[in-house]
């Protein structure tokens, strides 16, 4: 219970309907500690909307379909992410995953790649990097990567691959010159992802707790940070679907605070964090 006068009343019975909306919908579990997050998160949801109370703000979200809908999950999803992140992960792909299904898809030349999760791209656009540097360039490969998420905002902001300065800091100098180009003028403080990187992404708003609009097989699945917000059952399905359309082999990268262990066995641990589909 805070000790501050809030300037709109939240009661209990408001953050349980809005977490339990948030949950049904996305997965992600709010628990007590989170209640002045959602609050803060939420409050400006109401001041945007000129809504003045949280009763009327409730009624609203029992329609699915209504525009303040979006606005709601992007606000309640949390999309912590940087270039980089985890770079254990980046070296592994380099050195050991890619060279592996390289030898694999020998004869389809074909690589698929799903950022599961990605929000605004910078995970997405990291693993991009490592790609374009391994696979020689006009080798003939046929790379793609998709980049899903269900915030609409963050996968606004992936596709127009614009970032600022401070959110490049876990690039190298050599990437930065490679890989981005620099804004002029008004945009002195902006950096613009390569086209070359760019092309080989698509990004799709898509919520993983409904069924994929896609076949596999799928040869790297990245999902990292995302299941840490989903309960046990959520989770189980969710694996269960991504084991469907692995490819056999398949590597899964999850985030460090994720595991495996008592939700699925269609993956076996490689290392820390980086499984193969089994079955
Ligand atoms: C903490 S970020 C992780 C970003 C990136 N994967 C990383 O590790 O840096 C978690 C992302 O999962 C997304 N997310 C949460 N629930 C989701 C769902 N049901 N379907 C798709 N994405 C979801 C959020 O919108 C958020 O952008």
Request: charged content about 25%; some cysteine.
């Amino acid at each position: 219970m805070s000790l501050v006068k809030k300037e709109f009343d939240f009661t209990d019975k408001h953050f349980n309907h809005v977490r339990d909306i948030a949950t049904r919908h996305s997965g992600i579990v709010l628990s007590d500690g989170k209640r002045d997050m959602v609050y803060s998160r939420l409050v400006r949801r109401l001041r945007k909307t000129g809504i003045d109370n949280f009763d009327d703000y409730c009624i609203l979200l029992e329609n699915p379909g209504h525009e303040e809908f979006t606005h709601f999950v992007n606000a309640i999803t949390t999309n912590l992410t940087s270039f980089f992140r985890e770079n254990h992960h980046f070296e592994m792909l380099a050195d050991v995953v890619l060279p592996d299904i390289m030898k694999r898809n020998q004869a389809t030349k074909k690589i698929k790649v799903w950022s599961a999760g990605c929000s605004t791209g910078m995970e997405t656009y990291s693993i991009a990097m490592v790609l374009k540097e391994v696979i020689p360039e006009n080798s003939g490969w046929d790379v793609k990567i998709l980049a899903t998420d269900l915030d609409t905002n963050v996968i606004a902001t992936a596709s127009n691959g614009i970032y600022n300065y401070d959110s490049v800091t876990g690039v190298s100098d050599k990437r930065m010159t490679r890989w981005f180009m620099r804004g002029s003028g008004q945009h002195s403080d902006e950096l613009k992802v390569s086209k070359k990187l760019r092309e080989m992404v698509t990004f799709k708003q898509l919520n993983l707790l409904h069924p994929f609009p896609f076949k596999g097989p799928i040869d790297i699945i990245f999902c990292r940070n995302v299941v840490i917000y989903f309960d046990k059952e959520t989770q189980k399905v969710l694996f269960e679907k991504f084991a469907n359309i692995h490819a056999f082999n398949g590597y899964l990268f999850i985030g460090h605070s994720e595991t495996l262990y008592n939700v699925t066995d269609r993956y076996k641990l490689l290392r820390n964090t980086v499984y193969n589909k089994i079955s």
